[in-house]
Each structure stands twice: as structure tokens, then as C-alpha cells.
T-cell receptor, first 113, second 111 residues
Framework: EAQVTQNPRYLITVTGKKLTVTCSQN?????MSWYRQDPGLGLRQIYY???????DKGDVPEGYKVSRKEKRNFPLILESPSPNQTSLYFC????????????FGPGTRLLVL | DAKTTQPPSMDCAEGRAANLPCNHS???????VYWYRQIHSQGPQYIIH???NNETNEMASLIITEDRKSSTLILPHATLRDTAVYYC????????????FGSGTKLNVKP
């Protein structure tokens, strides 16, 4: 089944403890992206990647890192999480230029204490 | 990418057509109109997109005005499962850059 998977789905952590949220897609998509969603602020793009080793900042990249070493994986790294990064996170992928329909993962709820 | 304006919420009776408007008065000639929806806190789901001609698929129809400054997403027979936030997005196709979702319209389908 074609899908985008994220792990973990739920995470509670403490300030400053490094964490990684994994994202994987099995559709051979070139484009992958991370979003966060907060009440009243809607979906905001954190980082996106147009292909392996090609990443760029979205609207709210501060405090996050990403890497794209393989086409299928696009992990989101929080080196030193803070409470203002408590949010619902979505990973998405799409096929490539001209096929920008994005497929979203199920989301990861993160609580930083 | 052009900005979009949508009403924050709308109601629709079950079985009736839901017509969701979107204003994109600053749209440029090479920008497409995309519609996504998000049911509760699930990942957003693609619905439809178009450039200037009206489009229809198994989920919905997209009507774009002749001047392209506004569009309407039509769900022909709304069901309770169509209750969701609907996002209208305008962006250049073949341009792999930022993707702006905006705040969308919360559609409430009522029995």
C-alpha cells in the first residue's frame, strides 16, 4: 500500500533532550516536506526537500534540522527541543515537478515539557 | 505564490451541495488553484486542482471564474464525513518551493 509513515505517533519529552521523528514513503517520491500545525496558526511548512541531499527552509525552520540521505526517508531532528515546539507534525511527499499532489503521513503529536 | 482568502466557516445540510469559495485576486497566469481538506487532525488530503478550466473528479468540482480571481469548490452531495477544514492554495506548478496552506474554511455538514 502506497503510504507515508511517521514514527513515533505520540511523544512526550523534556526540554533539551534531542529527538528525531522519522518519515518514510514507499512511492519513490522526489519531494518531501515537514509541517507543523498549531491551533489558530494552521499548517506551516518547516523544511522541504526536492531530492536526495537537496533541502531548503520553509516558513518556520528555527530549532529544526532535516536530512535527506535516501530518497524514501526524511527525518526531522530537534537538537534541543523547547516547549514552543509542542505541536502536531506532518510529513508529506509528492512525485515531482508537475505532480505536486502531496500525500500526508498520519501525524506525530509532540509534547515538550 | 498568490494569497488566498476563505471564509472561516460554513454550514451545509447533509445531501445538499456544498459550495466553498476562495478569493485569489492577485493570482498570476502560471499559478494553479489547489484544494486540500483535513478531517479532524488527520493529514491533509488532496481534492482537486485547476488552472483556468473547470475541473471535476470523483470527489468534487472546481469552478474558476473567467478572470481567475476566485474559485469555488463544489461537493455535490455533502455527507457528514465531508465535515473538515478545506484549504485553497494557489501556487506555481513545476515550482518546488514553499507550500502555503492558509487558515482554510471549516465546513460543518449537519444532518
Amino acid at each position: 500500500e502506497a503510504q507515508v509513515t511517521q514514527n513515533p505517533r505520540y511523544l512526550i519529552t523534556v526540554t533539551g533532550k534531542k529527538l528525531t521523528v522519522t518519515c518514510s514513503q514507499n512511492m519513490n517520491h522526489e519531494y518531501m516536506s515537514w509541517y507543523r500545525q498549531d491551533p489558530g496558526l494552521g499548517l506551516r511548512q518547516i523544511y522541504y526537500s526536492m531530492n536526495v541531499e537537496v533541502t531548503d527552509k520553509g516558513d518556520v525552520p528555527e530549532g529544526y534540522k532535516v536530512s535527506r540521505k535516501e530518497k524514501r526517508n526524511f527525518p526531522l531532528i530537534l537538537e534541543s527541543p523547547s516547549p514552543n515546539q509542542t505541536s502536531l507534525y506532518f510529513c508529506a511527499s509528492s512525485l515531482g515537478p508537475g505532480k505536486e499532489t502531496q500525500y500526508f503521513g498520519p501525524g506525530t503529536r509532540l509534547l515538550v515539557l | 505564490d498568490a494569497k488566498t482568502t476563505q471564509p472561516p466557516s460554513m454550514d451545509c445540510a447533509e445531501g445538499r451541495a456544498a459550495n466553498l469559495p476562495c478569493n485569489h485576486s492577485t493570482i498570476s497566469g502560471n499559478e494553479y488553484v489547489y484544494w486540500y481538506r483535513q478531517i479532524h487532525s488527520q493529514g491533509p488530503q488532496y481534492i482537486i486542482h485547476g488552472l483556468k478550466n473547470n475541473e471535476t473528479n470523483e470527489m468534487a468540482s472546481l469552478i474558476i471564474t473567467e478572470d481567475r480571481k476566485s474559485s469555488t469548490l463544489i461537493l455535490p452531495h455533502a455527507t457528514l464525513r465531508d465535515t473538515a477544514v478545506y484549504y485553497c492554495i494557489v501556487r506555481v506548478r513545476y515550482n518546488f518551493n514553499k507550500f502555503y496552506f492558509g487558515s482554510g474554511t471549516k465546513l460543518n455538514v449537519k444532518p
